[in-house]
């Protein structure tokens, strides 16, 4: 067998040699990430039909790969959390005996790779030299999976390097296999630092370390190790004066957490300035002095483009125009990149390659994606790269609500700032697969994407008081009320930044709030609506604590914490009751 490259770790040249028994590879080329290597990489897809070349003059280093339509999205429903005790991975998540998923994932990785060349991808998730940052390996039969790593990690040679130093790294096992939607499954032993892929080529199932190293394997080491591993943007806003504030976001999908992440400033906030260090993951330590920092352990993003554009998001609209690998957008008649949202050119061929008119349903597949280096954003910070990362002034979690929840309010403590996080939710949009209207939980925003039992991870995040008494603010935004004819009472997208500025305010104690039961919201002169077309009817609306609905509210904050059971601890139970004896003590519509 021609095998290009080793280790000098013995664990990780045994682990690479098993494998390559089990699944029987023609070839086994480890990965040294470089940009010679990089471009070889889109050679041989060009020459095998993996990727086709979009437009060079209008999309320079631009491509387009075309996924299996039935490989085309997350499998949550064949994704497994596979503990010795089923408890310990909770209600959250599907539930597999390790024994059982070692047996059914072994009989399909059997000569798998035979005719293939096995991919052996050293990364580190974080900065190289950061003490906050940790380590993989993916062996993969992929060469779109390969591309992607380099793209979204710190791949290579010095990743390498520092595995073999410390001899401790999270194995993951992908192939693409048949791409038979019978026999796909992607399994998490976060007791064994392991994760085992088969049967999707699709970006969430197949670069593990994004949302399976990064959320559901670091969950649970986190937990083990004393810090969080969170479904959050990190974004830098500073000021016209020169001073710079961490925030670290928290929303479900469909709530703004991109365009949060690479926010473009006003016209009427001149001098405010954007830095994003991240746009969906966070690691989040405590240092020596009891601070919490921010690394982002990704280095590129993987994003949803329908939607964006010029508009929505102009700086994720710039960073997609080169060097950047799309997957299922439709293409136009010059050969350049369309979905919907896209405020110019014409679709001509469908995601599947199909003529536009002869489809069935939307041009780009809905969840087509974009893959970047971070650096293309316009608002790239180069503190991504620092080994201590970032310090965090606030967390802020939010959700999709039309009705309930106010703009913006701000927990009154760190163990309620739990509780407000534990109640995340969103009502479904007519983009979303059901009934539109329906408000689904997702706590933290970390449904899909924690490795172990919600309640645990609700105890593991109570337990931070005890270790620091310099924890951040939480918050809670919603940028979604509507009034009864649906109009949107908040302009939102850059006008969110004059939000953002109370919330940073507040962590300042520069400015005032009104105590309500479900928390401190902001008065009419706390927020800068110079140049905004709302009224003080509107406002108050936004900054509105409805009694009645938030009591019904936080009954089934309770009824789903209670969902899970035994493990659920007190003192969010606490808190919940808390809320509801302060709520029985308010008339009426409580203004704020």
């Known amino acids: 067998m021609d095998t290009v490259g080793t280790t000098s770790l013995s664990e990780l040249r045994d682990w690479v040699d098993n494998i390559s028994q089990i699944t029987d590879p023609d070839k086994i080329y480890w990965c040294n990430g470089s940009e010679d290597e990089y471009a070889e990489l889109i050679r041989q897809m060009l020459a095998d039909g993996t990727l086709s070349e979009l437009n060079q003059e209008t999309y320079p280093n631009c491509y387009l790969h075309r996924s ?20 310990d991975a909770g209600p959250n998540n599907n539930w597999m005996a390790p024994d059982e998923a070692h047996s059914k994932m072994d009989a399909l990785f059997e000569g798998c790779m035979r005719g293939r060349t096995m991919y052996v991808i050293p990364y580190c998730m974080g900065p190289i030299e950061s003490p906050y940052a940790r380590l993989g390996v993916e062996i993969t039969d992929s060469l779109y999976v390969v591309a992607n790593m380099k793209l979204m ?87 016209p004066e020169g001073e710079t504030h961490y925030i670290a976001c928290a929303f479900p999908s469909a709530c703004g957490k991109t365009n949060l992440a690479m926010l473009v400033p006003p016209d009427s906030m001149p001098g405010w300035k954007i830095w994003t260090l991240g746009d969906d993951i966070a690691w989040l330590h405590l240092d020596s002095e009891g601070q919490l920092r921010a690394i982002n352990p990704e280095s590129g993003y993987f994003g949803v483009v329908p939607g964006t554009n010029e508009n929505t998001n102009k700086n994720a609209y710039d960073m997609v125009t080169h060097d950047a690998i799309f997957t299922n957008v439709a293409t136009t008649d010059d050969n350049e990149p369309w979905w919907e949202g896209k405020t110019s050119g014409t679709p001509a061929l469908d995601w599947q390659g199909r003529p536009v008119e002869a489809a069935n349903g939307k041009a780009a597949h809905p969840n087509s994606r974009f893959t970047v280096a971070a650096t293309n954003n316009p608002s790239y910070s180069p503190l991504t790269e620092h080994p201590e990362g970032v310090p965090i002034s606030a967390i802020v979690f939010g959700g999709r609500r039309k009705e309930l929840a106010p703009l913006v309010y701000q927990a009154k403590s760190w163990a309620h700032g739990v509780l407000v996080g534990a109640g995340v939710a969103s009502e479904t949009t007519a983009a979303s697969v059901g009934d539109v209207g329906v408000v689904r939980r997702d706590p933290m925003a970390m449904k899909p994407f924690c490795g172990y039992n919600f309640a645990d991870y609700w105890s593991h995040w109570l337990s931070f008081p005890e270790r620091s008494e310099a924890l951040p603010d939480i918050f809670h935004v919603n940028w979604f009320r509507q009034d009864a004819e649906g109009r949107f009472l908040w302009p939102g997208f850059g006008e969110n930044l004059r939000v953002l500025k109370w919330i940073i305010d507040r962590c300042e104690r520069r400015a005032d709030g009104s105590e309500t039961a479900i928390g401190f919201l902001p008065m009419a002169e706390d927020i800068d609506l110079s140049g905004l077309d709302i009224s003080q009817a509107d406002f108050d609306a936004l900054t509105t604590v409805d009694v009645d609905a938030w009591t019904n509210e936080m009954s089934a904050i309770g009824e789903y914490i209670d969902s899970y059971g035994d493990r659920v601890p007190p003192a969010l139970k606490r808190e919940l009751s808390t809320v509801l004896a302060s709520l029985s003590t308010s008339n009426g519509k409580n203004a704020a």
Not at 68 to 85: I, M, Q
């Open 153 to 239: 990690t710190r791949m290579g040679d010095a990743a390498l390097r520092r595995i073999e130093t410390e001899g401790r790294f999270v194995k993951g096992l992908h192939s693409t296999g048949e791409l038979d939607p019978e026999r796909r499954f992607i399994m998490h032993f976060p007791e064994e630092l392991s994760i085992q892929s088969y049967g999707s080529g699709y970006g969430g199932n197949a670069l593990l370390g994004k949302k399976c190293h990064a959320l559901r394997i670091a969950s649970h080491q986190a937990r083990d190790e004393g810090w969080l591993a969170e479904h959050m943007l990190i974004v830098g806003i500073e000021s």
């Open 68 to 87: 299996d339509p039935s490989d085309v999205a997350r499998v949550e429903h064949l994704t497994f959390v596979c503990t010795t005790v089923q408890d």
